[in-house]
């Protein structure tokens, strides 16, 4: 059991650049979560996934962003136009469907979102 | 919406001391789950200890315990014999037993161990 894994751990782009972050689940996991965490501030759900199929998006999550997860697995989470305020540690945790409420979730370490 | 509330942003401990972390939730449930997770500054989030809302008996992982008050929707977090390591950001969160349920976190406090 290798955990979640997340690319790059830390991104620094340019205001307006497109960016592009992976997240590998702990295999058998089947529900994929994407959190957005600012300093000094606890985890906001963005979206989750159940397989391959997206079941819920935060008010969070604007036009610019869009999250994948197209065959099952690994998820990825892209944003578009970067702004200065999208700056942010984006957090991907997994679980298993029938057991992950009680559970809780398993996270990554993370990727270190700098927007300049 | 449930909201979880942690109202103390730092906290600070005597090594081998012991420590109570606060955390109050609002639900309109009666069936949930509560989790502290611990988050140091390799800032992966780490599990500490859960509670089923259901169970009248407090959680408990090695030096870890908690105070449920279920009717006061209070979940408090007690670290007995505090470490050194036990220095990070310390998270309250909830989450429902629905099938579509997300784990929804406090802001966090920042605990601080003196040696």
């Known amino acids: 059991d290798t955990g979640v894994s997340q690319d790059p751990r830390h991104k620094i782009t340019k205001r307006g650049q497109n960016v592009t972050f992976r997240c590998d689940p702990i295999?058998?996991?089947?529900?994929l979560y994407w959190y957005r965490q600012t300093l000094g501030q606890g985890p906001e759900f963005l979206t989750y996934f159940q397989n391959e199929a997206q079941l819920e998006k935060s008010r969070l999550l604007s036009d610019r962003f869009s999250a994948e997860r197209p065959k099952g697995s690994f998820s990825t989470l892209e944003i578009q136009r970067t702004e200065q305020g999208d700056s942010a540690m984006y957090l991907c945790a997994s679980s298993l469907d029938a057991t992950g409420a009680k559970k809780g979730l398993f996270f990554g370490s993370g990727t270190q979102l700098s927007v300049l | 919406a449930q909201t979880v509330t942690q109202s103390q942003p730092e906290m600070s401990v005597q090594e081998a001391e012991t420590v109570t972390l606060s955390c109050t939730y609002d639900?309109?449930?009666?069936?949930?789950?509560l989790f502290w997770y611990k988050q140091p500054p390799s800032r992966q989030m780490i599990l500490v200890i859960r509670q089923e809302a259901y169970k009248q008996q407090n959680a408990t992982e090695n030096r870890f315990s908690v105070n449920f008050q279920k009717a006061a929707k209070s979940f408090s977090l007690k670290i007995s014999d505090s470490q050194l390591g036990d220095a990070a950001m310390y998270f309250c969160?909830?989450?429902?037993?629905?099938?579509?349920?997300?784990?929804?976190f406090g802001k966090g406090i920042t605990l601080s161990v003196r040696p």
């Open positions: 295999s058998e996991h089947n529900r």
């Open positions: 639900t309109s449930e009666s069936d949930y789950y």
């Open positions: 969160a909830y989450r429902h037993t629905g099938a579509n349920s997300k784990l929804t």
